[in-house]
């Protein structure tokens, strides 16, 4: 079965590929328009079934279109999935969350998992090895963190991101670098070790747009996986069709 896979981020949407559990292709749109979504369908389907998920407003043609189309879904926490979900209020847990926990299980079975999905904002969620998702953070990303010391203060210039950075800066520019590059590996870095002391034997998981950042910079032993997220999508759509 071929199946449409959409993931609508804060900054970024991904169409996908699968046949069964088999990623085949990804393409990247900054502004997902329903001509867009036609285009793909056309170039790569058709589809038999097909699953949304977005954390911002998107067009409704879109799920319009799908509809006529395809068997489709949209994520919400209401669908049939394949971990229980333990959050107090789950109506307001991002879908991307859902998606990335779903797909952390998938790929660790019985085991205990931290997601961290590092894009506009960082957030952490821990699902254990009997598939319960319990909850985890959110703090803001590395680009917010940018933005925001210039946002917020009357003279703090908005510095152009760099991948690397001084401990200790010797200009207004290099400062704010040290703080918010270093800030926020010392951050995860830190999450991760409270983690570790709270769950024996975990494992540990990094997906979103800066995955890359934090994979090649943290020294605790952790997993990337980019397309955790469309993974997650696509056991659900499977959980769901069948």
């Known amino acids: 079965m071929t199946k449409l896979i959409i993931d609508i981020g804060n900054t970024f949407s991904k169409l996908a590929v699968y046949e069964s559990k088999n990623l085949k292709t990804v393409e990247v749109s900054e502004n997902l328009s329903l001509n867009d979504v036609i285009s793909f369908f056309q170039r790569k389907g058709p589809f038999r079934a097909a699953i949304l998920s977005s954390v911002t407003d998107y067009s409704p043609d879109i799920a ?74 959110i703090s803001p990303g590395i680009d917010m963190r940018f933005k925001a010391l210039h946002t917020f203060t009357g003279n703090l210039p908005l510095v152009p991101r760099q991948d690397l950075a001084e401990l200790l800066g010797d200009s207004t520019t290099d400062s704010i670098l040290s703080g918010v590059l270093n800030g926020v590996l010392a951050e995860v870095s830190g999450i991760i070790d409270a983690y570790r002391k709270k769950f024996d034997g975990i494992q540990v998981v990094i997906t979103g747009g800066d995955h890359k950042y934090f994979d090649n910079k943290l020294k605790n032993n952790i997993f990337a996986l980019p397309n955790l997220v469309l993974d997650g999508l696509n056991e659900i759509l499977d959980l769901n069709v069948e």
């Open 64 to 137: 319009a279109f799908l509809k006529q189309k395809t068997s489709f879904f949209e994520l919400s926490h209401k669908l049939v999935l394949p971990v229980s979900i333990h959050y107090k209020t789950p109506q307001t847990l991002g879908k991307d969350r859902i998606a990335a926990v779903v797909g952390a299980a998938a790929r660790f079975p019985a085991q205990e998992v931290l997601v961290i999905d590092a894009g506009t904002a960082i957030t952490y969620d821990m699902v254990t090895a009997q598939k319960a998702h319990l909850g985890g953070g």
